[in-house]
């Protein structure tokens, strides 16, 4: 089976969730009608909950168009007046997310839309989960190192981040993670290099002990590149290990990771420090978060075809998924996220033949949920 067909599966079966709540006998009906995209064996040899288990969640955030936090889709407004327009997709999609605007310690107490557009959205995404991507537990203390020329002593405060969730949950939105965007990696403005490790890994316990007491059920994690020039940055595996050691230490755990190597990186084999970055070095990576006990994720992107179209992203993107799968990838859950000029556009959702405008990233977003990764499971 070519890779491209190997994304084409039925969507129109329940969702994960809905499986969750679905008895034995029900899922064996569905998978008798056709109608379900889970394996035979998993109706066959277990309970619905185990079939539900072997599905990966599948994770939607919008293209910020390679602007940066305040960049968004031209229609993201218009779709909430029309949401059959993205109807299957919406369906498809276990957790929405969105990230945070601010620099330095410059972070606002409320979030980047307006409250009418904001309720908008939480209604439309009520029967799905929600992740809050924060930046300012990268950046703290950039604003003061650009004034003094020293980095400040700390404990980072992070109240603007506690009262942009506060807003968030008051919204409406089922707030279940929180993602601390490259808190491990990003030099910061200027490719600054001189924060340590182990500040920024105090950081995310910093995080944690704001955040927990308030949100104690929210999960918790990073996303993380694998930097790996040595004298830089230490080596990978004693980054995580530390990482978890000291959120332990400190009574907490850490709930996923989330790996972000846009997949031009081991398509082309692209070289670094430690060798060229393959398909069989992400799922190293993978396997490894996983031996932690972590939930391990897999952005979804492709940073050269992201700059050239529509279609281009979506070839690569839906390609990349369905290699990483042929070398044994079996991700907990894979979040579609670009950050480059395309997808353009998020709507609509529509299968079938490629319109001149090219793939939204809401059909391509469905096609990646009912594509090899599933079928994997």
């Known amino acids: ?66 602007q940066g936090g ?19 997709a ?101 490719r600054f290099l001189g924060y340590s490790m182990e500040r920024r890994i105090q950081d995310v316990v910093e995080f944690n002990d704001q955040v927990r007491g308030e949100f104690p059920d929210v999960q918790i994690g990073v996303i993380y590149p694998l930097n790996d020039k040595p004298g830089i940055y230490p080596p ?16 907490h755990e850490l709930d996923f990771i989330h790996f972000d190597k846009p997949f031009e990186h081991p398509r082309l084999e692209i070289e670094r420090p430690s060798g060229p970055m393959t398909w069989d070095r992400m799922v190293e990576v993978e396997r490894f978060i996983k031996g932690l006990g972590v939930t391990f994720g897999l952005q979804c992107t492709d940073g050269r075809a992201g700059r050239q179209s529509n279609n281009a992203f979506r070839r690569r993107v839906l390609e990349g998924i369905a290699t990483y799968v042929d070398h044994g990838g079996a991700a907990d859950r894979y979040i579609l996220w670009p950050f480059h000029p395309y997808p353009d556009h998020s709507t609509p959702d529509t299968l079938g033949e490629l319109p001149p405008e090219g793939a939204s990233q809401m059909r391509i977003f469905r096609e990646m949920a009912r594509g090899a990764a599933a079928r994997r499971h």
């Not at 960049?71 to 059959?84: H, I, K, V």
């Not at 276990?94 to 310690?105: M, P, Y």
């Open 236 to 251: 990978w595996r004693e980054v995580l290990t530390s990482l978890q050691s000291e959120l332990r230490s400190s009574g």
């Open 90 to 190: 919406r369906r498809a999609m276990h957790t929405f997310s969105f990230g945070q605007v601010g620099a330095g310690d410059n972070y606002a107490d409320v979030v980047k839309y307006e409250p009418e557009l904001l309720d908008t959205m939480a209604s439309a995404h009520a029967d799905m989960n929600f992740a809050f991507n924060v930046t300012q537990a990268t950046t703290w203390w950039w604003h003061k190192f650009q004034e003094t020329g020293e980095i400040p002593e700390g404990p980072p405060d992070f109240t603007a981040t506690i009262n942009n969730l506060r807003q968030l949950r008051a919204a409406g939105f089922n707030l279940t993670n929180i993602l601390l965007q490259s808190v491990l990696s990003k030099p910061g403005p200027g």
């Open 70 to 88: 305040r960049g968004a889709p031209p229609d993201l407004e218009s779709r909430y007046d029309n949401l059959d327009t993205w109807r299957h």
């Open 1 to 66: 089976m070519t890779t491209t067909s190997r994304a084409m599966i039925n969507d129109e079966g329940p969702t994960r969730r809905q499986v969750l709540a679905t008895g034995g006998a029900a899922v064996a009906g569905a998978v008798a009608a056709g109608s379900l995209s889970a394996t035979p064996a998993a109706a066959v040899d277990g309970t619905a909950a185990d079939a539900a288990a072997r599905l990966p969640e599948f994770w939607y955030q919008d293209n910020n168009l390679g």
